[in-house]
């Protein structure tokens, strides 16, 4: 266990013991790689100290220098140039910090080696509908004016909560039925259609435009953030695959004069995460001036069909076959495993998906004070209020 930390921590870049112990506790990558072992940073530098692990540019190539020899002429002043480099982070830590300051040393982040590309990780659990799209909203902002950095945030809704694309008519949206059933309603800043969130786990990735992993066209970053959401739900053991399709994916433009189908999850689009050709997580992205924010809906369990009881039809029988086809194009978590999965399991998969599959480092994170009030202004200027949600 102990060799398969280090080297994991040799290819984020982590050098320090202290970081190493720091990341056992923090970082979704290094609990699963370590299996929940914690070794304090005194283990760590005599497991080095007596092994000799090096590792050289390529990540998938290890050296034990006591046992191998092949690679030593090689290799040899690389592995001194990176263990003198361990000692030197060490021993400005053990000056600053104290040799045996072990627990108090645990969440103090190294300044000598500044971590590059770790992003935010929140995670909000359930909050109604408005408040969910006032907070992405406000860390967009956030972000835009340099204020945070980028971020991934797991959440869910109480009470489940139906919500519409940016330009999709409220006229889809039969109130009477919503409110009988204590549904709440709110307008997305994203484009798409309608989503009934309940049971589910939903994700949104928030970066400026220049972002390598959002930047350029909309396909372009869908193709990279679909890659993550893959290897999520692979983890998860699921057999789900990405399906490139020939349709146009256009930015947000204002209203439409079409009529659309109202149900997200019954229609495709390009890069869609599938399993056994049925519809497994729906997403939506905004391209701002403040940056990217793209959100999208891993259902985890329940009866996908239930969002036809909120959207208008011309009659009952109109009502059953749009629940019948959205049934056999799209399809759940646990109708796929045969099992339930737990929300937090499903968290730990996207956040191991979006560490995997895009190389990156997630420290947890809380909304800021500023974010916090923004959104709290958004809330009652914009995604609870009836100017916006029913405006089109």
């Known amino acids: 266990m102990m060799l398969k930390v280090i080297v994991y921590a040799y290819t984020q870049k982590i050098y320090s013991s202290r970081q190493i112990e720091k990341a056992l506790w923090e970082n979704i990558g290094f609990m699963r790689i370590g299996g929940r072992n914690k070794p304090d940073f005194h283990t760590i530098d005599h497991f080095r100290g007596e092994t000799k692990v090096g590792a050289n540019s390529n990540p998938h190539k290890v050296v034990w220098a006591k046992k191998t020899q092949k690679y030593k002429e090689k290799l040899q002043k690389q592995a001194e140039e990176l263990l003198g480099e361990i000692e030197r982070v060490n021993g400005c830590e053990n000056e600053e910090y104290g040799e045996k300051n072990s627990k108090k040393s645990r969440f103090l982040r190294v300044k ?6 770790t992003w935010r990780l929140l995670n909000t659990h359930s909050a109604h509908g408005a408040w969910n799209m006032a ?5 967009l902002e956030h972000i835009g004016r340099g204020e945070a950095i980028p971020t991934l945030r797991l959440y869910a809704w109480d009470p489940p909560c139906l919500s519409l694309g940016q330009a999709q008519s409220f006229a889809d949206v039969d109130v009477a039925r919503l409110e009988e059933r204590g549904w709440d ?5 994203t484009g798409g259609r309608a989503i009934l969130h309940t049971d589910e786990i939903t994700y949104s990735i928030i970066a400026p435009a220049d972002e390598p992993r959002v930047a350029g066209s909309i396909l372009e970053s869908y193709n990279r953030l679909s890659a993550a959401l893959l290897q999520a739900v692979e983890a998860l053991g699921l057999p789900a695959r990405t399906r490139p399709l020939s349709v146009e994916i256009k930015e947000d433009t204002g209203p ?7 149900v997200c999850f019954e229609v495709p689009s390009a890069y869609e995460i599938t399993v056994n050709r049925k519809k497994l997580i729906g997403s939506a992205q905004a391209r701002r001036k403040e940056g990217v924010l793209q959100h999208g809906s891993l259902p985890l369990t329940g009866n996908l069909a239930r969002i036809t009881e909120a959207l208008t039809f011309p009659d009952d029988s109109a009502r059953l076959d749009a629940a019948a086809r959205l049934l056999l194009r799209a399809t759940t978590v646990q ?4 099992h339930e999965v737990l929300w937090n399991d499903a968290a730990q998969a996207l956040v191991w998906g979006f560490e995997a599959k895009l190389g990156l480092s997630f420290e947890v994170g809380e909304l ?3 974010e916090q009030s ?3 202004e958004l809330v009652q200027e914009k995604y609870n209020h009836p100017d916006w949600t029913r405006r089109i």
């Open 335 to 338: 109708a796929v495993l045969g």
């Open 374 to 376: 923004r959104a709290d």
């Open 112 to 117: 000598y080696l500044p971590m590059t590309d």
């Open 256 to 262: 439409s004069h079409e009529t659309p189908n109202p």
């Open 368 to 370: 800021s004070a500023n």
């Open 135 to 139: 907070v992405d909203q406000a860390i």
């Open 185 to 189: 309603v709110v307008r997305r800043p």
